[in-house]
Every structure is written in structure tokens, then in C-alpha cells.
């Protein structure tokens, strides 16, 4: 109860309560708005706690089963500290354009990917040493305009299992696209829009930088909790295989070892004694007999 106070004070202090006009809410919101002030819907940071727990629990579970989370905030206000959360946990994001069927059309943005890779290895390798001072600076400029679009995802080799969105209603196409691939959806939602529309909606303040750092911070810190329990438990699974086969190895030296002792023993012994009651076997003599 004391850390959700505390966290609870934290929201207040961010100014994550703070919703939009009245005249801009949309009225699916309104079992999260706690009151109206001055014409401002005042969001209800209990139900903020709640369902921030719950959003950080699930994408811990993601991040822990290795799977990728996409942080998508290409407002002015988010796309700065978004990108910052994203490269401490190493996973993909798309801060400055969401370029339509970066999801639907995963290939061919793929292909973009691995021209702007192809480009910068020229370029680093000296390969592009035999063209003209124009071509370079062309491929240079070219290089660059990617990258700021695509470098945030340069290491997706594949679709995500999830998409964490500031602003829902900014990010509109980059919902639509999720939805239609069932890719799991988180996001920050203002009382302008429908929280119906995500799996895990966060009610806060998605306008100011104070609200969105504190809650992008919040998630990150779970995913990266998730990443760190994942790579424990790889640690121990090494661990126990590498003390199953010191054993293994152990029982087989042992197993050797007690063939060859059996060997030597059998060499040792010689021919079996005869078995009690059994007729002796007659020697016929060669000698001839004296005399003849």
C-alpha cells in the first residue's frame, strides 16, 4: 500500500491526472475521470496505479519469454525520452514517422533495412572509395534519411509481439495495423480517447513530458526487471547441464575404470579348476618301453 501511495504521489507531482477539455472527452473514458476543474477533466490516478501495475506486470512477461516490445511516439514531447527507454533495453521503437505497413508490409521494410545496412558497410569499408565525391555524398544523404526513419527497428528480424504507443489517437495507423496482425497493444490514454481500442490502456496525461517520461520510465524498468529474471534462469540452466555432464562424465570414468579392473582379474586367474566329481581326463603316455 505505501509504495502505490508513493507511486500515486509521483503521478500527481508528473501532473499525469491532468485530462483534456470537457468538450473534448470521449465518453468511454469516463469511469477513469475522477472530477472536472475548470473545465478539465481530472483523471483518476487510482484506477492510473492499477492499470500501470498490470500493463508493467504483462510486458515483464513478454520481455522475460524473449520476445520484442515495440515503443511507438512520434509527438514532439515523447519522442526523446521513448527512444532513450527503448536503447536501455534494447528493444525496437519509431519515434520520428510511422511509415504505413511497417507491420502489414514487413518485408519490404525489411529490404529498406537491409539497403541502409549494405550502404553504411560501403561506406565504413571504403568500398565506396572508387566513386565519384557526388555519388558518395548521395549515397551518404541517402544513408541518413533511413536511418532516421528506420534505424530503431534495424535490428527487428521480425514482427513484434507487442506495441507500446503514446498517444493512441496520434498513433492511429500504427494501432490499425497491429490489430489487424493480433499483435498485442499498450498504450497511454487521454480522456480524448477510447481506451476499448488498446488491450492495456494506462489513463494519464499522454500531452505533457514530465507525464510521459514517468510512465515510459515505469514500463521500462518492468521490461528490463523481465530481461534480467530471463537471463538468471539461462544462467542456471547452464549451470545444471554443466553439472549433469561432470556427472555423466564422472559415472562413465567409473564405469571404465571397473570394466578394466574386471579384466585384469580374469587375466589373473587363469585356467577354471575342475568341477568336484568330475573324471580326470587320462594322459596318454609316448613313452616307449625299455627294451625294444
Known amino acids: 500500500m505505501e509504495n502505490n501511495t508513493s507511486l500515486q504521489q509521483q503521478l500527481l507531482e508528473a501532473g499525469v491526472h491532468f485530462g483534456h477539455l470537457k468538450k473534448k472527452w470521449n465518453p468511454k473514458m469516463l469511469p477513469y475521470i475522477f472530477a472536472e476543474k475548470k473545465g478539465i477533466h481530472i483523471i483518476d490516478l487510482n484506477k492510473t496505479v492499477d492499470h500501470l501495475q498490470e ?21 514532439k514531447q515523447a519522442k526523446e525520452i521513448v527512444s532513450e527507454c527503448a536503447k536501455k533495453v534494447n528493444m525496437p521503437y519509431a519515434t520520428e514517422r510511422w511509415l504505413g ?8 521494410v525489411r529490404k529498406s533495412v537491409k539497403k541502409m545496412q549494405s550502404i553504411e558497410k560501403m561506406l565504413n569499408d571504403g568500398s565506396a572509395d572508387s566513386l565519384t565525391k557526388k555519388e558518395r555524398l548521395t549515397l551518404g544523404r541517402d544513408k541518413d534519411k533511413m536511418e532516421k526513419v528506420l534505424g530503431g527497428i534495424a535490428q527487428l528480424g521480425r514482427l513484434p509481439a507487442a506495441l507500446f504507443l503514446v498517444d493512441i489517437g496520434h498513433e492511429h495507423i500504427a494501432l490499425a495495423e497491429a490489430k489487424r496482425l493480433g499483435i498485442q497493444t499498450f498504450g497511454m490514454v487521454d480522456t480524448n ?7 492495456f490502456s494506462i489513463p494519464a496525461n499522454d500531452d505533457a513530458t514530465k507525464s510521459i517520461a514517468i510512465i515510459t520510465n515505469y514500463i521500462t524498468a518492468a521490461i528490463a526487471e523481465g530481461l534480467a529474471e530471463r537471463q538468471a534462469s539461462k544462467d542456471d540452466d547452464s549451470e545444471t547441464e554443466d553439472g549433469n555432464n561432470e556427472n555423466e562424465a564422472k559415472a562413465k570414468r567409473m564405469e571404465a575404470e571397473a570394466n578394466a579392473e574386471g579384466g585384469r582379474g580374469k587375466r589373473g586367474a587363469g585356467a577354471a579348476p575342475t568341477a568336484p566329481g568330475a573324471p580326470k581326463r587320462r594322459i596318454q603316455s609316448t613313452r616307449r618301453p625299455a627294451g625294444k
Open 55 to 75: 500493463t508493467a506486470a504483462a510486458l515483464k512477461q513478454i520481455a522475460k519469454s524473449g520476445k520484442k516490445i515495440m515503443f511507438v511516439a512520434t509527438k
Open 101 to 108: 505497413g511497417m507491420l502489414t508490409n514487413f518485408n519490404t
Open 193 to 199: 480517447c477510447d481506451p476499448n481500442k488498446v488491450d
